[in-house]
């Protein structure tokens, strides 16, 4: 494509143009404050005005310009130019426009056809009126294999450098905003708008259910995301394609075959390779990576690319038979039925959720298999928890809002959760439909004061000690081995609380705090000496441990987040015994944040803890143990969801009509 030639858009000779222009006004201000100027020396040295006795000129007005960049017109009306910009409707009057821009303007003036209406384009503002408009027309579509600040990679036309100040537009329902960020991978729903070879528009175009995940598989025991090499085999025929686009080799292999591919392989000298099996229920096998299950398989397709760390492996299989390998791995494929379709949804939307912000953008992966995300493929597929997806095939919850809710779960309640403020991020604080509440049948604590919640109630140091060291039988939980724990240090190890305050301060240094000047702020943590007292100085809602002071002859120290509050009391070498009397090994983290903690002292200083508490997890959405025993009781699916994401509902997302039963 010749990109100097004349053509509606922003070319190269309208940019000269636009450049041209621009100067032109610099020149005429230059020349006006050099006017000024010499009118200001000449009243100076003569003391008297020029033409004092005439009368006097006006002062030349100086023209203000700006560009708006990257804008999206809306319309082009015959008394002003209508955009949407930064997520808002402006409108603007025409000026005098330049060459080019009456060319492009005249024919939508007069008609409904416009290289300009419904595109991305720069617009000229002269004293708040347009005087151009320079469309930029040049797009492709594909699917998109993987995005960020750095560039967008589509199938079959390669990496596209990202330019800096481009736009991003939701064209679809209620026009908005959107970010790379917001790109659907493996999917053609965005339009990439070019110029000079870059990307300066991303444009939604439209919204379809997805039907397929991608998977970033890690290496062996989950130890990081790359791999040096790879031996791969599968169960079926299978083809290894690869090289640049418009020059791909293939490659085919019998089942059983094995192909290993290394990183200054030949195989990489396109950007991917891709690995497909003949028949739709084919499997791949990584034979060099190993899970619980031993070597496992992959349904779908795999996708390779090579980085300077190493070789990222994707795996883009159906959503539905991605839960096939994510269910049993989640929830024991023991428990009833109910309580494994419940499972099933909360992991299908959770999945959906990463389909539309993916959690790798930078290779164009939704989510990775370990339990940073949801677990995949370490425990081999089983029929109870594929008839549990198979069941509530399609099946996401959503928000009263009609968003994807945010389906959290763990492992086992202590009588009551709490809400999503607990992780200290913006998007938390926003999630409304996560109460902490009793979980038992009537969802609540009982006897508490009218213009409380459970949530408020508990926050109280003394109301919380009362709940966690007695034992409410009408939980749906009383009965589970974690429902109640003790754990006790009996000798203090300074020097590992001291290594671990630091490693948290490391990850957030806004969440481990020192008291300075009767202030508490952030700053490096050098020392830890005698220590004076320990406690609890604030729980979040339902009880949850949330602010913890440590009292030190020198400092005084605020860990804030029952994640980190969890690290910062466990010593590395105690364990818990669980109400059934067994000991559990925590070598890193205690089970929750739902305790009470008391010291035990000598010459005033703290030699010592101990720990009541109850629940395992971080106590946010649905309980699985909770869920278990509700489907034990006779709650179904649906039952058990809405008890636990309260005001959301229940959608099919490949129904166009939806669905409101499990």
């Not at 303007?105 to 000229?124: F, H, I, K, N």
């Not at 020059?247 to 396109?270: C, K």
């Not at 959770?350 to 677990?375: N, R």
């Not at 009793?438 to 919380?464: C, K, M, V």
Request: glycine content about 10%; aromatic content about 10%.
């Amino acid at each position: 494509m010749n990109r100097d030639r004349d053509r509606k858009g922003f070319n190269k000779s309208q940019r000269m143009q636009l450049k041209a222009l621009i100067c032109l006004l610099g020149v005429l201000l230059l020349m006006i404050l050099l006017l000024a100027k010499f009118v200001s020396l000449l009243v100076h040295r003569t003391g008297e005005r020029p033409g004092e006795n005439e009368p006097s000129l006006p002062i030349p007005h100086i023209p203000v310009v700006s560009v708006l960049t990257n804008v999206w017109i809306l319309d082009v009306g015959k008394e002003e130019l209508v955009i949407f910009r930064d997520g808002q409707r402006e409108s603007y009057p025409y000026g005098i426009l330049t060459e080019g821009a009456q060319e492009d303007l005249g024919a939508v003036m007069y008609g409904p056809d416009s290289a300009v209406r419904e595109q991305v384009a720069d617009v000229v503002l002269t004293d708040g009126a347009v005087t151009g408009v320079f469309a930029k027309t040049e797009k492709i579509n594909g699917r998109i294999l993987r995005a960020d600040e750095n560039g967008i990679e589509v199938e079959g036309y390669g990496v596209y450098p990202l330019d800096e100040d481009y736009k991003g537009y939701r064209l679809y329902d209620a026009m908005a905003m959107c970010t790379v960020r917001d790109i659907c991978f493996g999917y053609d729903f965005t339009d990439l708008v070019l110029d000079g070879g870059s990307v300066c528009g991303i444009l939604q175009a439209k919204e379809e259910a997805m039907e397929y995940i991608r998977v970033l598989l890690k290496s062996g025991n989950y130890d990081g995301i790359y791999h040096e090499q790879l031996v791969l085999s599968g169960n079926t025929d299978f083809t290894v394609t690869y090289g640049p686009y418009g020059n791909r080799t293939q490659e085919t292999y019998h089942a059983g075959e094995e192909v290993t591919i290394e990183r200054d392989s030949g195989y990489f000298d396109g950007d991917r390779v891709w690995i497909q099996p003949e028949v739709l229920t084919g499997k791949l096998t990584l034979k060099n990576v190993g899970r619980s299950q031993g070597i496992p398989l992959y349904r779908g397709a795999l996708e390779l690319l090579d980085t300077e760390e190493g070789i990222i492996v994707i795996n883009e299989v159906l959503l539905e038979e991605y839960l096939y390998s994510v269910v049993p791995s989640e929830m024991p494929s023991k428990y009833p039925g109910e309580a494994l379709k419940a499972q099933a949804v909360c992991a299908r939307t959770y999945a959906y959720g990463h389909m539309e912000h993916a959690g790798y953008p930078q290779y164009g992966a939704h989510v990775d298999d370990s339990t940073s995300y949801q677990v995949y493929n370490n425990i081999l597929e089983q029929e109870s928890t594929s008839a549990a997806v198979k069941e509530t095939y399609g099946q996401l919850l959503l928000t009263g809002q009609g968003a994807t809710a945010g389906t959290y779960y763990y492992s086992t309640s202590c009588g009551v959760g709490t809400e999503a403020t607990i992780w200290k991020t913006e998007a938390a604080a926003l999630i409304d439909y996560l109460p902490a509440m009793a979980l038992n049948p009537a969802g609540s604590l009982g006897n508490i004061p009218e213009d409380s919640t459970t949530g408020s109630y508990l926050q109280e140091e003394d109301h919380f000690d009362a709940f966690i060291r007695q034992e409410n039988v009408a939980d749906f939980e009383s009965g589970e081995s974690w429902y109640r724990w003790t754990y006790e240090v009996k000798k203090l190890d300074t020097e590992h609380m001291l290594e671990v305050l630091q490693k948290r301060y490391d990850a957030n240094q806004k969440l481990v705090l020192t008291l300075v000047d009767g202030e508490y702020v952030s700053q490096e943590i050098g020392e830890l000496d005698v220590i004076r007292d320990i406690y609890i100085e604030k729980r979040g809602s339902g009880g949850v441990a949330d602010e913890l002071i440590i009292e030190t002859k020198e400092h005084t120290y605020k860990v804030i987040s029952e994640h980190n509050i969890r690290y910062v009391l466990n010593d590395g070498q105690s364990k818990v015994r669980r109400q059934d009397g067994s000991l559990v090994a925590s070598p890193s983290l205690l089970p929750s944040g739902f305790f009470v903690i008391t010291t035990g002292k000598e010459k005033g200083n703290v030699v010592g803890y101990s720990l009541t508490g109850g629940g395992f997890g971080h106590g946010v959405g649905m309980s699985q143990n909770g869920a278990k025993e509700m489907a034990k009781a006779g709650y179904d699916a649906q039952d058990i969801l809405l008890f636990f994401y309260d005001g959301c509902h229940l959608e099919n997302i490949y129904d166009a009509e939806g669905a409101s039963d499990s």
